[in-house]
């Protein structure tokens, strides 16, 4: 599916890191069907679940409450779209998705992990210099502590030369994490 000239994917909508291993693998996998029921799998690569699942931030919220403590799940993030990892394209693809989830003066921040492309030179950009091409053109405020919502771009290698940066935008509550176990997951209005 294309949008303005940029590649855009359905490819998965949740991202799940669990502890290493093939064993912490399917556990995981076997948690997470115990709670949502039958999950399609996209691919599994490195510590990492990508799936598909009907509505991504209702699963990860139902996931935070039903995980164990000792659960091998570490981290889920519910995920708006994909698009190849080229700074250009990640950035229309957040405005976008930024102003839609908006409400006027909402606060944002902008983490990335990961590395992102420039696509004219095919070279990798330093972080900094990918965030700020990113926020480049986003007429809302910053606030990196508190942020109404959070823009989380997670660069996710499915093969050796087969990358996609998954997008996500909505409240930084919306991404459970074993660490942070004691806060709320909320969902947002979607």
Do not use: Q, W
Not at 118 to 135: F, M, Q
Not at 161 to 166: D, F, H
């Amino acid at each position: 599916m294309e949008h303005g000239g940029v590649p855009r994917y359905k490819l998965f909508n949740m991202i799940v890191a669990h502890e290493p291993g093939y064993y912490s693998m399917r556990r995981a996998l076997r948690e997470i069907e115990g709670i949502l029921g039958r999950v399609r799998v996209f691919d599994a690569p490195r510590s990492l679940l990508l799936l598909k699942v009907d509505d991504p931030y209702d699963a990860v919220a139902r996931l935070a409450r039903g995980l164990s403590e000792d659960s091998v799940v570490l981290r889920a993030i519910p995920v708006d779209l994909e698009v190849a990892p080229y700074v250009d394209y990640v950035a229309e693809a957040a405005r976008e998705l930024l102003y839609s989830k908006s409400s006027g003066g909402s606060a944002f921040a902008i983490r990335l992990e990961g590395r992102l492309y420039d696509r004219k030179t095919g070279r990798l950009l330093h972080k900094r210099d990918a965030i700020e091409a990113i926020a480049d053109g986003i007429d809302l405020p910053v606030n990196l502590e508190e942020p109404d919502l959070l823009v989380l771009v997670k660069v996710v290698r499915v093969h050796r030369s087969l990358s996609y940066a998954a997008i996500m935008v909505a409240p930084p509550c919306s991404i459970y994490s074993r660490a942070r176990r004691g806060r709320r997951v909320c969902t947002p209005g979607h």
